[in-house]
């Protein structure tokens, strides 16, 4: 299955995007397409990692997005900066120059910060509910935002404490079946043992019934071998 981009040529696009897509995939004539007007061609050429020392200055800022997820830490040094906001959440999401755009003006970039949990003692104050929202969705703050003054955010914080209440109850009953049946085997074994032990008691009792008997014959046989000898002497 291709990506978006391949997606939307083989559906929207032309017979002529589709030929230009196929260019890209086999690397051919590549520089003709660097100033082509469909921008999904540029972004195509971003997303197969041609010429982004070039499109990373390009007019589209939907060609520097892919820029954004395809290029190295010099390219993202540039669009750090980028005019356009949504490019900074792709820098974010990057993991690149996080501590300097957790404190962006756009709330756009700073979700895309606390989309990938960084400093979130310090997202849990933000100002936007949406990133506030984010934060709770992470399981972090939810004593401190319980209480938020978004509804959206308080509810969030109600469904990961239920979440929680549940995953508690859940350990708890296991760790009661855990110890009800470690009990139960240690009764069950002990039973065992006393059934064994009393088996091999009665079998002890057994044998030396089974011994004394035995003596018993013996001592009756020497008796009348020893009448015999007396008979013979006589």
Known sequence: MGTLLETWVLR??????????????????????????NLVIRALLAENRHFLDILVNDKDSGVRQYVAQYGTDKHLAIL?????????????????????????????????????????????????????????????????????????????????????????????????????????????????VGEIKAHLEEKSREFDRDLKRLEKEIENEDNVSSKEDDEDDI
């Not at 002529?16 to 004539?29: F, L, S, W």
């Not at 990057?94 to 960084?118: F, M, P, Q, T």
């Open 80 to 192: 750090i900066n980028d005019v356009d906001e949504i490019v900074r959440m792709h820098v974010a999401w990057r993991r690149y120059g996080l501590e300097k755009l957790i404190h962006d003006k756009s709330e756009e970039v700073r979700w895309g910060v606390a989309c990938e949990g960084y400093r979130l003692d310090i997202l849990v104050n933000d100002p936007s509910p949406r990133v506030r929202e984010k934060v709770a969705q992470n399981g972090y703050g939810l004593d401190i935002l319980k209480n938020d003054k978004s509804k959206v955010v308080r509810d969030i914080i109600n469904s990961e404490l239920s979440k929680e209440e549940k995953t508690k109850s859940t350990e708890s009953e296991i760790d009661n079946d855990f110890n009800n049946s470690s009990r139960h085997i240690a009764i069950k074994d002990s039973l065992m």
């Open 12 to 37: 929207e696009g032309t017979h002529e995007d589709y030929v230009k897509m196929q260019q890209i995939r086999k690397g051919e004539n590549l520089e003709s397409l660097l100033t082509d007007e």
